[in-house]
């Protein structure tokens, strides 16, 4: 450790000037000797002493933070539910976030979206999506198209945005929803995880799910002629974001009319992390 030579430099230091002041005060070397030990030990122990109290204050405040953090995000439904059934992830999660400057355990709103964009969590939300109950699934669905709308009669852009999250995305879009799509939301990504933990479902082959959603995929082809596919490329820089909007919420809104044993089989497939 660095603090071990630099206190031992400056109780050297110390011990010196001690006994240079008393060789000029007395002349009696035996004297002096004695008193820059003293002198040097009490220095060294001294710098030690500060520098174990700075860093016991240290590791105080790092720990209240933590702990505050913790507090928050205990609260969020979604969070507390990754606690409860996974709790290495949840740890790692509150580490990260807890180590993330400058986001402060006042500033709820972002350490909420700061814990569920970590990598962990987004990763452990990623693989239940997949695996999540019939209900489970509808409702987190239910939950993304509601909010899509609330934000689409802002602009087509943030519908668009809020639906096709890319993992770079930074828009903390819980500040732009009600507070009820935000209970909606956060009541149906705890539900996911949960239940995907408790009675994990398998995922459906492509090709099944593709015959699934046949009938509102034609439905789409109906009314929008080729325009439809604008939903197999969302990422595209041509795309028109009303168009986009519109017809990914009428899909999952189709999906979502079919019996509840068929739309969860589609939506495990297609549903995307959102929040």
Same mark, same amino acid.
């Given at each position: 450790?660095?603090?071990?030579?630099?206190?031992g430099l400056l109780g050297f230091a110390f011990a010196l000037l001690v006994y240079v002041i008393v060789m000029a005060r007395s002349r009696e070397r035996r004297a002096a000797i004695v008193a820059a030990i003293v002198a040097g030990t009490i220095a060294f122990a001294a710098v030690r002493l500060l520098h174990g109290g700075w860093q016991w204050n240290e590791q105080r405040q790092?720990?209240?933070?933590?702990? &505050?953090?913790?507090?928050?995000?205990?609260?969020?439904?979604?969070?507390?539910?990754?606690? &409860?059934?996974?709790? $290495?992830?949840?740890?790692?999660?509150?580490?990260?976030?807890?180590?993330?400057?400058?986001?402060?355990?006042?500033?709820?709103?972002?350490?909420?979206?700061?814990?569920?964009? $970590?990598?962990? +969590?987004? +990763?452990?939300?990623?693989?239940?999506?997949?695996?999540?109950?019939? $209900?489970?699934?509808?409702? *987190?669905?239910?939950?993304?198209?509601?909010?899509?709308?609330?934000?689409?009669?802002?602009?087509?852009?943030?519908? /668009?945005?809020?639906?096709?999250?890319?993992?770079?995305?930074?828009?903390? +879009?819980?500040?732009?929803?009600?507070?009820?799509?935000?209970?909606? $939301?956060?009541?149906?990504?705890?539900?996911?995880?949960?239940?995907?933990?408790?009675?994990?479902?398998?995922?459906?082959?492509? *090709?099944?799910?593709?015959?699934?959603?046949?009938? /509102?995929?034609?439905?789409?082809?109906?009314? *929008?002629?080729?325009?439809?596919? %604008?939903?197999?490329?969302?990422?595209?820089?041509?795309?028109?974001?009303?168009?986009?909007?519109? %017809?990914?919420?009428?899909? *999952?809104?189709?999906?979502?009319?079919?019996?509840?044993?068929?739309?969860?089989?589609?939506?495990?497939?297609?549903?995307?992390?959102?929040?």
């Amino acid at each position: 450790m660095l603090i071990n030579p630099l206190a031992g430099l400056l109780g050297f230091a110390f011990a010196l000037l001690v006994y240079v002041i008393v060789m000029a005060r007395s002349r009696e070397r035996r004297a002096a000797i004695v008193a820059a030990i003293v002198a040097g030990t009490i220095a060294f122990a001294a710098v030690r002493l500060l520098h174990g109290g700075w860093q016991w204050n240290e590791q105080r405040q790092t720990d209240d933070h933590r702990q &505050q953090v913790a507090t928050v995000l205990e609260q969020d439904p979604p969070l507390a539910a990754m606690k &409860q059934v996974d709790a $290495e992830t949840y740890k790692s999660t509150l580490d990260a976030v807890s180590a993330q400057e400058p986001v402060q355990a006042a500033d709820v709103s972002a350490l909420r979206y700061a814990a569920r964009h $970590e990598i962990n +969590f987004t +990763f452990g939300l990623d693989a239940r999506l997949k695996r999540a109950s019939d $209900e489970a699934i509808t409702s *987190y669905a239910t939950a993304l198209v509601d909010a899509a709308d609330e934000l689409a009669a802002r602009s087509a852009d943030l519908c /668009v945005r809020y639906l096709y999250q890319t993992n770079d995305s930074t828009e903390n +879009f819980s500040e732009l929803l009600s507070a009820n799509a935000r209970q909606l $939301e956060g009541a149906a990504m705890a539900d996911v995880i949960k239940s995907a933990s408790v009675a994990a479902q398998k995922p459906t082959d492509e *090709y099944e799910v593709s015959q699934l959603a046949l009938p /509102v995929v034609d439905a789409l082809k109906r009314k *929008y002629g080729a325009g439809w596919q %604008i939903i197999n490329a969302p990422y595209s820089r041509s795309r028109d974001l009303d168009q986009l909007c519109r %017809i990914s919420t009428e899909f *999952y809104r189709g999906v979502l009319r079919m019996p509840t044993a068929t739309s969860a089989k589609v939506l495990r497939h297609h549903v995307r992390r959102h929040g």
